[in-house]
């Protein structure tokens, strides 16, 4: 997700020049107001097919949507268009939307209440080295972003099938 942030809008604007190269700017606050709307609307998914009528248990939910948030990087990398690179970005803010209400949930069911902001805390070390470092290292251009998003996608491959064997297996 903060890889995203960063490159989201660069990921647009090639789509953009690579669709139309004469065009406007693009709408950036419009944009980011659909992202957030894209996230609302996961949570509420995730309240609609979890909490209310048990359709999908959320271990399972959350491996699905990590998949589905792979395919959704991936895509900008071979679709140089705008509006499937738009789509595909806010459906992966949907899977962001379903991964915060599941991780919850799945924390709070496995991890003790008085040691929880302890492991959250030291979780957050790794997670913001990682940050730090790939950051550290961002280049101009297609081909870079292009890897970042391969390697997050195959990251999130790797944590979906690590997730579904420890918690379905």
Known sequence: MY???FFWTP????????????SKDLPLG???ACFMSSTMLGSMLFNLLVSKNNLITPSRLLTITFLTASITL???????????????????????GIYYPSIGYLKGKYIEDGIR????????????VF???ALSLIKEGDGYRNTV?????GMLVGMAAIFGWVVTG
């Open 131 to 133: 940050v730090v470092v």
């Open 11 to 22: 990921a647009l604007k090639a789509a953009q020049a690579h669709s139309s190269p004469a």
């Open 3 to 5: 890889l995203f942030v």
């Open 117 to 128: 902001a302890r492991v959250y805390g030291m979780l957050r070390i790794p997670l913001n």
């Open 149 to 153: 998003f391969g390697v997050c996608s």
């Open 30 to 32: 419009l944009i980011f």
């Open 74 to 96: 991936l895509l900008p990398s071979f679709i140089k268009t705008t509006t499937p690179t738009f789509i595909s970005f806010c459906l992966f803010e949907v899977c962001v």
